[in-house]
């Protein structure tokens, strides 16, 4: 009985990542979850969630604030990855909606979606750069 509500719960946070534009926090799941699971409780949410991260069924990526949001594979991103430590920041804001808009004149093509990645270096390791260099 225990496995077969896990199982169902887990479907559920499927669908619910599936349906969601966004990637979503364990917070956003959970208000998701709790009409149809109303006994559930956010640390269970949790628990499924980086266990499907685990299986690489589920991406996860932190928001600049440092908040960890769940998503399937993106269809719409822009993310900035440091080289050094692999962070990988989530812009929340479409940079690209002009550039698409101007690009589907100049082609003729009618853009469904993008992703972008920035590499580069996060103000974290920045600054221990400029501290090894000082040494
Ligand atoms: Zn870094
Ligand atoms: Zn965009």
Redesign the pocket.
């Known amino acids: 009985m225990q496995e077969r509500r896990q199982t169902k719960q887990r479907t559920a946070l499927l669908e619910a990542l599936a349906h969601a534009e966004e990637p979503l926090s364990a917070e956003q799941l959970f208000s998701k979850l709790q009409p149809q699971f109303p006994r559930l409780a956010l640390s269970t949410v949790y628990r499924n969630v980086e266990r499907m991260v685990e299986e690489g069924a589920v991406q996860k990526e932190l928001t600049e604030g440092g908040v960890s949001l769940y998503g399937l594979q993106d269809r719409h991103g822009h993310y900035l990855i ?6 990988k920041v989530r812009l929340t804001h479409c940079p690209l909606e002009a550039v698409e808009k101007q690009l589907s004149e100049e082609t003729g093509f009618s853009i469904e979606s993008h992703n972008l990645t920035l590499y580069g ?6 600054e ?1 750069e400029k501290k090894n260099e000082k040494t």
């Open positions: 440091c080289l050094n430590c692999q962070k270096t996060c103000p974290s390791c920045r221990k």
